[in-house]
C-alpha cells in the first residue's frame, strides 16, 4: 500500500476515534437527574400532596423516574396549621401525612422543609379577633414547641411565619387575627423564639410573595431588624417566586439576592412556578411550541441566576410537580373558573417537558 495514503488513512481514523469518545464522554457525563445537575448547589425540591384534603398521595401520582429528581420536599397543605391542629395537647395533632412523607424521604434521602407554622388564611381554632393576647401567645407556644419538637432532626428547615407583611402602607398585615389578639407584630418574634427553642438546629425561614418588589423586600427587612428576628432564630427568607414568562426581571431577582447576602441571611425559593398568562383575565390558550420554547428559556435563565448565586441561595422548591396538579389553574379573574396553565416541569401525564431539559442541561 502507498505509504502516503496508509498515514491519511490512519490519521483519519483516530480523528473518527477520538470524536466518538468525546461524544461519548460528553454524554456519560451529562446530569441525568435535577438533583446530580444541582448536587453543588442547592436543594431541588417540590411541594407535594400526601392524602390531604383527599388527594392521592405523591408517590402514587408520580413514578421514580420523576420522582428521583429531587432531594427536598416539601408540603402544598398537609403541614398548613389547619390539617395538624385540632385542639390543644399533641394528643389532637394530625401528624400522619407528614409522617408519610417523612418515611417517604428517609427512604430516598430526601430532605423536608416544614409549611408553615404560622399564616393569616390557616390559623384553625389557635386564634381569633376576641381572644387575648395571652391566650393567643399561649396556643402559639404549646403549636409550635409541640409540633417543631415532634419533628426535631427530622425536618431541617420551616418556614416559620408565612405572608405577614402588608401588600402597601404599613409594615405589618394588620388584619391578621393574630396581628389582632396580639395588638402588634410581636406574635411573629414570638414563633421565631419558639421554634428555635424546639428545635436549635432547624433552619428558620420568614416566607412571602412579591420579595422581588423593592418596596414590599424594604418592609421585610425592616421587620426582620424591628423585631430583631435573627436573634430570635431567624436563618433565611423564603421568596415563594410565583413568576411568570416576563416578571420578575433577572436584574430584580440578583437585587433580592444581593440583600439578603448582604444581611448574612440564605435563601429558599420555596414556590416557584411560572405563570404562562401572566394576567388572569387572558383567555385559555394552548401549549404551543412557541410558548414551550418561551417557558424553556425562561426556566433557563432563572436557574442560570440561582446557580450563579448559589452562595446564597439553598434551596430551589418548584410548587408542584406535573401540570397535573397545579393552583394556577383557578388562579383567573371570574367569571373564567378554571384556566389550563403550564407552569411546572412535567406534563399532564408525567412526562418531562422542554423546560425540564433546559435546567438539566443549564450551562
Ligand atoms: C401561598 C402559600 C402556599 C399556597 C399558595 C397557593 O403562596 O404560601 O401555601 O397556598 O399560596 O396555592
Known amino acids: 500500500m502507498n505509504k502516503r495514503f496508509y498515514i491519511k488513512k490512519s490519521s483519519l481514523f483516530i480523528v473518527v476515534v477520538a470524536f466518538a469518545v468525546a461524544v461519548i464522554f460528553t454524554g456519560c457525563n451529562r446530569p441525568e437527574t435535577l438533583r446530580e445537575a444541582y448536587q453543588d448547589d442547592f436543594y431541588i425540591g417540590a411541594a ?15 413514578d421514580e423516574e420523576v420522582l428521583k429528581n429531587y432531594s427536598s420536599f416539601s408540603t402544598e ?17 394530625r401528624y400522619k401525612y407528614a409522617e408519610d412523607l417523612l418515611r417517604y ?24 379577633v ?14 409550635i414547641s409541640n409540633y417543631v419538637g415532634h419533628f426535631k432532626g427530622r425536618v431541617y428547615a420551616w418556614d416559620v411565619a408565612n405572608e405577614v407583611i402588608s401588600d402597601s402602607g404599613e409594615v405589618y398585615r394588620e388584619r391578621s ?21 424546639a428545635d436549635p438546629d432547624a433552619e428558620l425561614i ?3 410573595y412579591s420579595v422581588v418588589d423593592s418596596a414590599k423586600r424594604a418592609r421585610i427587612k425592616r421587620m426582620i431588624v424591628e423585631l430583631k428576628l435573627k436573634e430570635k432564630g431567624l436563618t433565611g427568607v423564603g421568596i415563594q417566586a410565583h413568576w411568570n414568562l416576563t ?31 401572566g394576567d388572569p383575565d387572558l383567555p385559555e390558550q394552548e401549549y404551543t411550541s412557541k410558548l414551550e420554547k418561551k417557558l424553556a428559556d425562561r426556566y433557563e435563565e432563572i436557574f442560570l441566576c440561582f446557580r450563579e448565586n448559589n452562595d446564597v441561595v439553598s434551596s430551589v422548591t418548584t410548587w408542584g410537580i406535573g ?31 422542554k423546560c425540564f431539559y433546559s435546567i438539566l442541561y443549564a450551562k
Open 48 to 62: 407535594v400532596t400526601v392524602g390531604d384534603f383527599q388527594s392521592q398521595p405523591f408517590y402514587k401520582m408520580y
Open 77 to 93: 397543605n398537609a403541614m398548613k396549621p389547619e390539617v395538624v391542629y385540632s385542639d390543644r395537647g399533641p394528643e389532637h395533632y
Open 105 to 128: 424521604a428517609n427512604e430516598h434521602d430526601i430532605v423536608v422543609r416544614g409549611h408553615t407554622l404560622l399564616w393569616h388564611q390557616s390559623v384553625a381554632k389557635m386564634v381569633s
Open 130 to 143: 376576641n381572644m387575648s393576647k395571652e391566650e393567643a401567645r399561649a396556643n402559639l407556644e404549646e403549636f
Open 177 to 197: 387575627p393574630w396581628y389582632i389578639a396580639y395588638g402588634g407584630p410581636e406574635y411573629i418574634s414570638d414563633a421565631f423564639m419558639f421554634a428555635h427553642a
Open 206 to 208: 420568614y416566607n412571602d
Open 247 to 277: 416578571y420578575p426581571s433577572i436584574e430584580m431577582i440578583n437585587e433580592t439576592l444581593d440583600d439578603f447576602r448582604r444581611m448574612g441571611l440564605t435563601v429558599h425559593i420555596t414556590e416557584l412556578d411560572i405563570d404562562c398568562y
Open 323 to 353: 401540570d397535573d396538579h397545579t393552583w394556577l389553574h383557578k388562579f383567573c379573574t371570574r367569571p373564567i373558573p378554571y384556566r389550563t396553565n403550564y407552569p411546572l416541569l412535567f406534563d399532564y401525564k408525567g412526562e418531562a417537558k
